[in-house]
């Protein structure tokens, strides 16, 4: 599926368990978030089969955060077609050490979960917890080779997250920061910082986007983004559900988490 904007078309791929946002430029092509491992061969085959032209005419994978079904690509296509990776600063302490080691594992377990309860076939799901990235992003920065887009750096949900703001088209995307599962709008699982991401809503209101492009729920038109967000915002006051206490107990392993104080 492809919409076509004034100064690019945008292709969504649906991946595994995420959409993929690949971006077209004449003369380049912009990959927002790499999808799990196993999604390479469904980038590949909407590259070679859909749109024609070679995987390695994406000149940068962004990387919103370390999830396995966000950064599970990134380091793979990068061996194979050189495809450079942006990522926050601090991308690569979430999972560093043995806490951020095991914390790797139990997250890969807990999307194979979800991948199960999806009823989708069991694929390939570990992927290097390290991704070295090409490019270290910080908040408010544009972005390498497209500078018609903005880095906005977005914790909650992890401490690194970040979301991609494109002016001239008022256009989002938000990666993890709002879920639609069933047309409803939900918190991610987990919040690990909900003052953090109190905040990240709070940035995001303000800049009432026209078009969310999310990783869990498609492209969303939208006259009030605003609105939206706040009422995220809302959410984070009330209690917690079991499946987001379990979520909560099993994401507490990384490093980052110490740091923050938590
Ligand atoms: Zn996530």
């Not at 594992?105 to 999307?111: F, N």
């Not at 639609?180 to 109190?198: A, N, Q, R």
Request: net charge neutral.
């Amino acid at each position: 599926m492809k919409i076509s904007f004034s100064s690019f078309t945008l292709h969504i791929i649906e991946g595994y368990m995420s959409s993929l946002y690949l971006v077209e430029y004449d003369d380049s092509m912009l990959l927002l978030d790499s999808g799990c491992i196993n999604d390479i061969k469904r980038i590949e085959d909407y590259c070679n089969q859909v749109f024609n032209r070679p995987p390695g005419d994406i000149k940068l994978a962004v990387v919103s955060h370390m999830h396995p079904d966000h950064a599970g690509g990134a380091a793979t296509l990068r061996s194979k077609y050189d495809i450079p990776i942006a990522a926050h600063k601090d991308v690569d302490l979430w999972y560093s050490k043995l806490g951020g080691s095991l914390q790797h594992k139990l997250d890969c377990y807990m999307a194979m979960g979800v991948a199960r309860s999806n009823k989708r076939k069991w694929e390939r799901m570990l992927y290097k917890p390290i991704i070295n990235p090409d490019f270290l992003l910080n908040d408010l920065q544009s972005l390498p080779f497209f500078d018609d887009w903005t880095v906005l750096h977005t914790p909650g949900h992890t401490l690194h997250d970040i979301i991609l703001y494109h002016q001239q088209e008022s256009l989002l995307y938000i990666g993890d920061l709002i879920c639609d599962v069933k047309g409803k709008m939900l918190l991610p699982l987990p919040v690990m910082f909900p003052t953090l991401m109190e905040n990240s809503y709070n940035k995001l209101a303000a800049l009432n986007p026209s078009t969310i492009l999310m990783a869990h729920g498609g492209v969303k038109q939208t006259e009030n983004a605003s609105s939206l967000f706040l009422s995220m915002k809302e959410q984070l006051s009330q209690p917690p559900n079991s499946l987001m206490r379990r979520v909560y107990r099993l994401s507490g392993f990384s490093p980052e988490i110490k740091r923050q104080g938590i």
